[in-house]
């Protein structure tokens, strides 16, 4: 039976997809979301009692590729549960069919739902369904994505709170103060005859002012907010037999990297991914820096500074029972910006090397006594906490978000510029507008359709 919708409406066919991991597991699920996914369902079905919305009902997966007109035979028990639109996920009709996790099972559920009608479903097309249908904005659909693939309980929580609209409440009263500034001026120019007051340079700068600061704020989260999404890279270097892959080994609490007395027994670098306040961090042990011996090192120490050039951390091991080298005063000197934590190890030894007016944190460590680990770990997280905002302020997690938010600063800033200059208010409202047009692409009020699918081309097929 053809399907009667408009086929030139792309939510108005049924999608279907697996949408558990693959593998074998004691749960598999496979969804369906579209005008017809009862009636594509139900026939391969036996069920007990009719499908009701909001509620599971037990059901026989029935094998309806029986020939010459035999009963088909049960091939599995299930749980199946019908979510009538518009108070599902996607605000379409969905039933999702919870059987046993057999990858065999599923696909020829998967395979059966197509035979019936459906069409397999896109990555993320269930996703996008609600997004179109007004469910949640983008930055709550992205936040889908991001609580996906967490990898730690931090990042979880970040991506919960903003799906829940974190981001969105904060956009939402300085929109609403841009689109009142807006209107306030069309108002002046369109009846600029009659006795509306046009609002004179000194209250408009302060209005454009006034959105300007919370959305500055905002776009100061990106750093700490990208990190927490992303996770970030610390690259430890030094000296050989400074400590370093002694360090690693204690900062990820297992020995993963090779620890001898001779020198230069790191010749390549040594990564591990750890959590560490809730942030994923890898881990980079490197070569040591030195005058290399053979061209196995030579390799190894051209790596270790490429790592060094790439990390948004270094840690700089020094050994406390030698005087600084000039390779520490180098590596030092490298970093006047970028961010550096100096680990003076082997304390147990010595008292240390004199860093007297050091502008980097220095800590006194041993890697034989663990003395100084847990102040590492601190003084890391401090560094990539920089800019991370108190309580439940909403962070800017992707480089979309930040342009958005950049691109509404920008409109702002040409327009305080306008306005101090004199110039008439139909070109101060090209500017508004522009940032106003910004934010609603962060919000995906005027996203085209390109970014719409490279976003969701993301997820994973059946979410």
Known sequence: ????????????????????????????????????????????????????????????????EKRDGEEGDVLDEAVVTFFAGP????????????????????????RACLANGARLAEPGEFTQRAFLAGRFDLTQAEAVHDLIESTTLHQARVAAQQL??????????????????????????????????????????????????????????????????????????????????????????????????APGTTRDLVTERVSLEGIPLELVDTAGLRDATDEAETIGIAKSREAMAEADIVLLVLDATAPLHAEDEAAIAAHTTRPLLIACNKHDLAPGVSLAEMRHPVIQTSALTGEGIAAVRRAIVGLVSTGAPGGETALLTNLRQQQAVSGSLMGLGRAREAVSAAIPHEMVLLDLYEALEALDGLTGATTNDDILRLIFSTFCIGK
């Open 1 to 64: 039976m053809s399907d009667p919708t408009n086929d030139t409406d792309p939510t108005s066919d049924t999608i279907a997809a697996i949408s558990t991991p693959p593998g074998r597991g004691g749960i598999g699920i496979v969804r369906l979301s579209g005008p017809r996914a009862r009636a594509i369902a139900e026939p391969l079905l036996r069920l007990r009692h009719p499908l009701a919305p909001g509620q599971a009902r037990f059901a026989e997966i029935v094998d309806v």
């Open 87 to 110: 108070r599902s996920y996607t605000a379409e009709d969905i039933v999702e069919i919870a059987a046993h996790g057999s990858p065999v099972l599923l696909d020829y559920l998967l």
């Open 164 to 261: 829940g609209g974190a981001l969105s409440r904060q956009i939402a009263p300085v929109k609403a103060k841009l689109v009142h500034l807006i209107a306030t001026l069309e108002a002046g120019i369109d009846f600029a005859e009659d006795d509306i007051d046009v609002m004179p340079a000194s209250e408009i700068d302060a209005q454009i002012a006034a959105i300007e600061a919370p959305l500055a704020a905002l776009n100061e989260t990106f750093g700490y907010g990208r990190i927490v999404r992303d996770g970030f890279t610390l690259a430890i270097v030094g000296r050989p037999n400074a400590g370093k892959s002694s360090l690693f080994n204690r900062l990820i609490e297992r020995d993963r990297a090779i620890v001898t007395a």
